[in-house]
């Protein structure tokens, strides 16, 4: 069972595009995390977002998190070839020893 | 500085070989984490070690051995690897093996991961 549902799973799209990439789940977060990686690196933490209905902006990515703390989304505005990456959502739930769940990732693509 | 130091980078490794992979921060980070990345994967957790205690080993091969020598460091012992154990391996720290309620205590931080192939 997949716990986080990210969507799309790829995306290509030409440089100057908007685009939006979703991370859902019918599981509440303490809070939610998103991170790009290179092919052959490590993930980069990008943003934690903590409380429900959330906004933070980091340059040109606006990422939001849902008032029930469910859900999340990452829009990046006037892509450039340097977004090209996997994005990864992680949530970590409130209760429990439970380790980060993470999503299956958004494979992006911009082409100049 | 919110760097995680990994060595080495690249790892080639036959079925009988004794290899470590290293993790280094110093960040004051009290747990951190292996994580196993296949290709076109999201990673997968292997251990979690808190205040240099394991706290999580999801069940993971005997072959593979994690060590955390102090809170600065975490190895990975690795002995009679398959070939299916050719991976990204990644490491991570986080401030606090927090999962609840603490913001950003779970924020973990990557390391850059040492490929690793078994022949």
């Known amino acids: 069972t997949q716990l986080l549902e990210q969507s799309p799973q790829f995306l290509s799209i030409q440089e100057g595009e908007n685009l939006t990439v979703y991370c859902n789940s019918s599981?509440?977060?303490?809070?939610l995390q998103w991170y790009r990686q290179e092919p052959g690196e490590g993930p980069v933490l990008l943003v934690t977002?903590?409380?429900?209905?959330e906004v933070k902006k980091l340059k040109r990515l606006t990422f939001q998190f849902g008032d029930a703390r469910k859900d999340s989304s990452l829009h990046i505005t006037a892509a450039q070839p340097g977004d090209t990456g996997l994005y990864l959502c992680?949530?970590?739930?409130?209760?429990?020893?439970?380790?980060?769940?993470f999503g299956k990732g958004t494979r992006l693509s911009v082409i100049a | 500085d919110t760097e995680v130091t990994q060595t080495p980078k690249h790892l080639v490794m036959g079925m009988t070989n004794k290899k470590s992979l290293k993790c280094e921060q110093h960040m004051g980070h009290r747990a951190m984490y292996w994580y196993k990345q296949k290709a076109k994967k999201p990673p997968e957790l292997m251990f979690v070690?808190?205040?240099?205690?394991?706290?999580i080993n999801e069940s993971v091969p005997s072959r593979f051995s994690p060590e955390c020598p102090n809170s600065s460091l975490l190895n990975l012992h690795l002995h009679a690897l398959q070939p299916e154990d050719s991976a990204l391996y990644l490491c991570a720290s986080s401030r606090a093996e927090l999962y609840g309620g603490a913001g950003t205590y779970n924020e973990q931080f990557f390391g850059p991961g040492t490929r690793l192939t078994v022949l």
């Open positions: 599981s509440v977060f303490s809070s």
């Open positions: 070690y808190s205040y240099e205690k394991l706290s």
């Open positions: 992680a949530g970590a739930y409130f209760s429990g020893n439970t380790p980060l769940v």
């Open positions: 977002v903590v409380t429900g209905g």
